[in-house]
T-cell receptor, first 116, second 116 residues
Framework: DAKTTQPTSMDCAEGRAANLPCNHS???????VYWYRQIHSQGPQYIIH???NNETNEMASLIITEDRKSSTLILPHATLRDTAVYYC?????????????????FGQGTILTVHP | ETGVTQTPRHLVMGMTNKKSLKCEQH?????MYWYKQSAKKPLELMFV???????ENNSVPSRFSPECPNSSHLFLHLHTLQPEDSALYLC???????????????FGPGTRLTVL
C-alpha cells in the first residue's frame, strides 16, 4: 500500500472549516484514499473514502487532486468534538480465497485541535 | 456505539498470568481484526480473520494467541506477557466481499492493558 504524509498537527477555530491535507504521491490506480479519526481513548472511526472523484457525506468532504497524488479532508464547520487524530490511509483491497477484506496501515496522523 | 463491543475495557495483569480479551460484533460482518496501539506509536495490525480463517499474522509473538470460533466473536488469549506489551488493544470488523469490494472497518472501544 502507498505511504501517506500528513502534517503532525493543526489548529482550527470552532465553526470554521478544517482542511486537512494528505500527500500520497505513490498511489496506484486501484488504491482508495480513506480517512479515519480517533478521538482520545476511543477506537478509530471511519469518515469517508474515495478513488478519484470528490466525495461528500454527512461528516466531511474529500477532495482528491486530478493526478491523485494528494487529497484534502474538509470538515465544513468544525466543533470542539472534532478534536481528534485524523488518519489518511491509502490502500487497495486484499484478496484471499476469492473474497476481499480491508487491511489498514495507520501512520501517525494529524492531531487536529479545535478551539473556541 | 459502533456495533463492536470489547471486554474488559481495562485489564491489569502480571507477567505470569493468563487472560483473554473478547470482541463481539453485531453487524453481521465476516472479517475481524486485532490491532495494537502502544503509546506514541501508530496502530499496528496484529491478526486478520476472514470467514473464521486466519489470513494475516503480522509477526506477532506467540504469547498472543487469537481465536475466532465464529464470525461474530474474536478472542485474544494472553500468557506470559511483558511490560512492553502494555497497550490499547483494538478489535475491528468489516464485511468481506467479492474481490475489489470496499470494506469499511468498524472499531470497538478497545481494551487498555497494563502488564506489571
Amino acid at each position: 500500500d502507498a505511504k501517506t504524509t500528513q502534517p503532525t498537527s493543526m489548529d482550527c477555530a470552532e465553526g470554521r472549516a478544517a482542511n486537512l491535507p494528505c500527500n500520497h504521491s505513490t498511489i496506484s490506480g486501484n488504491e482508495y484514499v480513506y480517512w479515519y479519526r480517533q478521538i482520545h481513548s476511543q477506537g478509530p472511526q471511519y469518515i469517508i473514502h474515495g478513488l478519484k472523484n470528490n466525495e461528500t457525506n454527512e461528516m466531511a468532504s474529500l477532495i482528491i487532486t486530478e493526478d491523485r497524488k494528494s487529497s484534502t479532508l474538509i470538515l465544513p464547520h468544525a466543533t470542539l468534538r472534532d478534536t481528534a487524530v485524523y488518519y489518511c490511509i491509502v490502500r487497495g483491497n486484499t484478496n484471499a480465497g476469492g473474497t476481499s477484506y480491508g487491511k489498514l496501515t495507520f501512520g501517525q496522523g494529524t492531531i487536529l485541535t479545535v478551539h473556541p | 456505539e459502533t456495533g463492536v463491543t470489547q471486554t474488559p475495557r481495562h485489564l491489569v495483569m502480571g507477567m505470569t498470568n493468563k487472560k483473554s480479551l473478547k470482541c463481539e460484533q453485531h453487524l453481521g460482518h465476516n472479517a475481524m481484526y486485532w490491532y495494537k496501539q502502544s503509546a506514541k506509536k501508530p496502530l499496528e495490525l496484529m491478526f486478520v480473520y476472514n470467514f473464521k480463517e486466519q489470513t494475516e499474522n503480522n509477526s506477532v509473538p506467540s504469547r498472543f494467541s487469537p481465536e475466532c470460533p465464529n464470525s461474530s466473536h474474536l478472542f485474544l488469549h494472553l500468557h506470559t506477557l511483558q511490560p512492553e506489551d502494555s497497550a490499547l488493544y483494538l478489535c475491528a470488523s468489516s464485511q468481506a466481499g467479492l474481490a475489489g469490494a470496499y470494506n469499511e472497518q468498524f472499531f470497538g472501544p478497545g481494551t487498555r492493558l497494563t502488564v506489571l
